[in-house]
């Protein structure tokens, strides 16, 4: 009986000492366990930060971009009106893509109305309506407006077009020394067509003479061989002479020489034309 309550004594005891054992090592696991879920926890809260932050900076690197796009774009469609503006006002010509036709025709536009998209020859063109197409044409090439580098020039040169055409004196000598400038065009063309035809009518009235030249060596020349083969005759029975030369001239030349009659025939046409026109004039 002692013995098994000795026996129980030690059981117990060795209970009591392994859960005290548990205990202790139980407590660092649930500490250890709560670290590693703030751990985790912080860098999940890092990595969203991070995230954020990078896709904020994504955005702002986008609209960035985006606004370079337009910036360029701009640029470029301001560079290409202020490059039209400054073509058409290099000279008073009409030009060839917007008006073929007068261009064609040797019209003079001006400058000063090309500049602010305007026709020289409107009867109702007024102070009015050039103050409202220097305003339209100021929104294209002020360079508040237009970030391309000959927006400048362009807009000084709209500028300049305004202030002669909205001044009566101004607009008045400019028209007249258009109407000059399109009298002298008018005038060279007209003396170049006549330089033209005068050209045209010497280098025909030489190659005619040429061509009649030839075509009276080659009729005289078919003359004479005709004639030449109407030596060749032949007797039956010395009553009658066959003109045997030209039958076999005839012959031979419808058989291998067409081209020699047609020839021929080109001559004598030159031959008579040529005669027909000395008995018009009365050489003959």
């Known amino acids: 009986m002692r013995i098994q309550l000795t026996f ?10 392994l859960c005290e054992v548990n205990a202790v090592e139980g407590e660092p696991n649930t500490a250890s366990d709560t670290q590693s879920a703030d751990n985790s926890k912080n860098k999940n809260t890092s990595s969203t930060t991070t995230r954020t932050e990078m896709t904020a900076e994504e955005e702002e ?13 701009r640029r470029r ?24 036709i007068r261009f064609v025709k040797g019209n003079v536009c001006g400058s000063h109305y090309k ?28 360079p508040d407006k237009n970030p391309a580098p000959e927006a ?14 909205s001044d009566d004196e101004c607009k008045e000598n400019y028209d007249r020394k258009l109407n000059e400038h399109q009298q002298l ?14 050209g045209i009518t010497r280098s025909a009235s030489q190659s005619y003479y040429y061509v009649s030249l030839g075509a009276n060596y080659i009729y005289q020349l078919g003359i004479d061989v005709w004639n030449l083969a109407g030596e060749f005759d032949l007797d039956v029975l010395g009553t009658e002479r066959i ?5 076999l001239l005839v012959i031979a030349l419808l058989v291998k020489g067409r ?17 027909e026109i000395a008995k018009a004039h009365g050489i003959l």
């Not at 690197?61 to 774009?73: C, D, G, L, N, T």
């Not at 709209?158 to 002669?164: L, N, R």
């Not at 003109?243 to 039958?247: D, I, Q, T």
Request: proline share 2%; aromatic share 10%.
């Open 8 to 17: 129980l004594i030690i059981f117990m005891w060795y209970l009591f000492v």
């Open 61 to 73: 690197e986008a609209k960035r971009v985006r606004r370079a796009k337009i910036q360029i774009e």
């Open 77 to 100: 469609d301001g560079a290409q009106v202020s490059r039209s503006l400054l073509r058409q006002g290099a000279t008073d010509g009409c030009d060839w893509k917007s008006q073929p």
């Open 115 to 142: 500049v602010l998209g305007l026709d020289r020859n409107d009867p109702e063109i007024d102070k009015s309506k050039i103050k409202k197409a220097f305003r339209q044409r100021s929104l294209t090439v002020h």
């Open 152 to 165: 400048d020039a362009a807009f000084k040169m709209a500028q300049s077009a305004y202030d002669c055409l």
């Open 185 to 198: 065009i008018a005038e060279t063309r007209r003396n170049f067509k006549i330089r033209i035809l005068n």
């Open 243 to 247: 003109p045997l030369g030209r039958s």
């Open 259 to 275: 081209m020699l009659l047609q020839l021929q025939a080109f001559a004598y046409v030159i031959m008579r034309i040529n005669y």
